[in-house]
């Protein structure tokens, strides 16, 4: 188990310095002055398309987010239930197909509902 | 388990071993993926009647090297009204999870990084994290284009998670078991799309969204969001996005690969060497990104909401149906020849549904159908 989740732990230490050897690369040729960095008003400011922008960006955004936010938690939790009734499938029976269907039974009845409501509506 | 248990801890020459074939593993995975621009470029320039990129070496080879020394050397900016803690942790935040789900990838029999008993679900999971560094560069560029493109990744993200979970609990019921290594062991002579082809078209169509691709390219596109989370980001840090991008795109082919079209047990059994396992690796997954390609050239992108419909209302249901029907044909015993025959009608049934959705509110004529050849013969018979 030590050696499993220390050879994921290598690749998570390369996966940390992957990215930031180009990165910092980058900043070194900036300060060599083979990257050219000429800061101006104009190009850090934010880019809309050439237009000056209004305000500030982080604006209140869509509820749609939300719900399909909440609906993705449910679902999520009910294939997390799945997974281990799925893999002792072989062994368990008509009793825990039953259940298991009754379970998703619920679930797509919700699926239904949120539907019904007009919850699955994109606008 | 217990072998691994009882070993000792920190064997020298095995530690080293293993260290340099990490090592190994992770420097051809990256000249892989760079590699694989080069090869988007050549296919997708090949099927709009180009050449793509040949002045760079031999036939264009060196053009992901000059690419990347270009990026290197590009100015690199960020707005001054960005938050900057979350401008630049995005970069690690999305391009950590997508490497890391390279832990559980069995290239061949042998060559594993970490035998997980739980891989499947594990890959699932740490490829579903890459949302958080959208929503992180989406917030953190202020610009209204990137938080609608990140908050757009992330409610894509999440709503094509499910049906690629779903239909790979389908895929679990029918091997018994959620490690990638045991179901490639399953498929030694059917693959298993023969067995679940409704799992492998949803998987296919919700793995396409989960690397934002085109045509479900909604949270990047140019046209909508002028580069959605990419706006704000130059240089360097543009290319490990994009990177990023690549590298989920082969650990979705990888999983194809493995879990439906039989990795490297099918058809030659797994007596045949690491050197044609990883052969039959390569070119399953390479098969994949074609795919990948042709649709990318082939197809519109899609609208948000139909994109978000297309997942809720038709994904979801058939994947919940898929899971039904390996249960109602597994628990009695049913052969396999039914099973497999089920899961081909529901599969049609969903062709049929996404045919007829993507059709609706066209004006009803008959088809016409121009022959170009046709056409031709008769102007030359005419002259």
Redesign the interface.
């Known amino acids: ?4 989740f220390g ?2 732990g ?3 230490v ?3 310095i ?2 930031l050897i ?2 910092l ?2 900043v070194a ?2 300060i060599f002055k ?5 800061p101006d ?1 104009i ?7 050439g237009m000056v ?1 209004i305000g ?4 209140r ?2 509820v ?2 939300y719900l ?2 909440l ?2 938690v449910v ?2 939790v009910e ?2 239930f ?2 281990p009734w ?5 062994h368990l ?2 009793y ?2 039953v259940e ?2 009754i379970f ?1 039974g619920i679930l ?1 009845i919700g ?1 239904a509902y949120a ?1 019904r409501k007009r919850a ?4 | ?1 217990t072998m ?2 009882s ?1 000792p ?1 920190i064997d020298m020459p095995g530690a080293l071993a ?2 340099l074939g ?1 090592v190994a593993i ?1 420097l051809v995975m ?1 000249v892989g993926v760079a590699y694989a621009t080069w090869y988007e470029r050549k296919i997708i320039a090949r099927m709009q009647l180009r050449l793509g990129p040949t002045r760079v070496g031999p036939f264009g080879l060196l053009q992901p090297i000059a690419d ?1 020394l270009k990026l ?11 938050d900057p803690i979350a401008f630049e942790l995005a ?2 935040a999305i ?2 999870p997508s ?2 789900a ?2 559980a990838v069995p290239f061949t029999a042998d060559w594993l ?4 008993p ?1 891989s499947l ?1 594990y890959l699932l999971a740490i490829s579903g994290l890459s949302f958080i560094g959208f929503l992180m560069a989406g ?1 953190g ?8 493109g990140g ?1 757009r990744a ?2 894509q993200l ?2 094509y ?2 049906p690629l ?2 239909a790979m ?2 895929v ?2 029918v091997t ?3 490690d990638v290594y045991q179901i490639i062991l399953f498929q030694d002579r059917i693959p298993l799309i023969v067995w679940q082809p409704l799992g492998f078209i949803i998987f296919l169509t919700a793995s396409i969204a989960e690397v934002e691709r085109p045509p479900f390219d909604i949270p990047t596109g140019e046209s909508e969001v ?1 580069g959605g989370v990419f ?2 980001y130059s ?3 543009w ?2 996005f994009q ?1 990023s991008s690549y590298v989920n795109m082969y650990v979705f082919a990888l999983l194809g690969a493995f879990v439906f079209l039989g990795g490297w047990e099918w058809p030659f059994g797994r007596d045949i060497g690491w050197g044609y396992q990883l052969l039959l690796t390569v070119s399953k997954m390479a098969l994949f990104i074609f795919f990948y390609l042709w649709i990318r050239a082939s197809f519109p992108r899609m609208r ?2 139909q994109l ?2 297309y997942a ?2 038709v994904l ?2 058939f994947a ?1 149906l898929q ?2 029907l390996n ?2 044909f ?3 015993d049913a052969p396999g020849v039914v099973l497999a025959a089920s899961s081909w009608a529901a599969a049609g049934g969903l062709m049929y549904l996404a045919f007829h959705v993507v059709r609706r509110g066209e004006p009803r004529k008959p088809l016409q159908m121009i022959s170009v050849r046709a056409t031709a013969v008769a102007a030359r018979s005419a002259s």
């Open positions: 188990m030590i050696e499993q050879r994921g290598f690749l998570l390369f996966a940390v992957f990215p180009p990165i690369a980058s040729l900036g083979i990257r050219p960095s000429a008003p190009k850090e400011s934010v880019y809309e398309c922008p500030d960006a982080h604006v955004y869509n749609r987010y399909f936010g609906l993705f679902f999520d294939a997390v799945l997974y799925a893999v002792a499938y072989r029976g008509v825990a197909f298991a269907m998703i797509a699926l539907w699955l509506e994109w606008i | 388990m691994l248990l070993a801890a293993s260290v990490l992770t990256t990347m290197l050397v590009k100015e690199d900016l960020r707005p001054a009204t960005a970069v690690f391009f950590i490497f890391l390279f832990v990084i970490s035998p997980l739980l679900l917030w560029s202020d610009n209204k284009y990137a938080l609608l908050m992330a409610a999440i709503s998670e499910i979970i779903l609990v389908g679990v019921m018994a078991s959620a002028a706006i704000e240089g360097i840090r290319s490990m990177l948000v909401d978000m419909s809720w209302k979801i249901p919940l899971i039904f249960g109602l597994i628990v009695y």
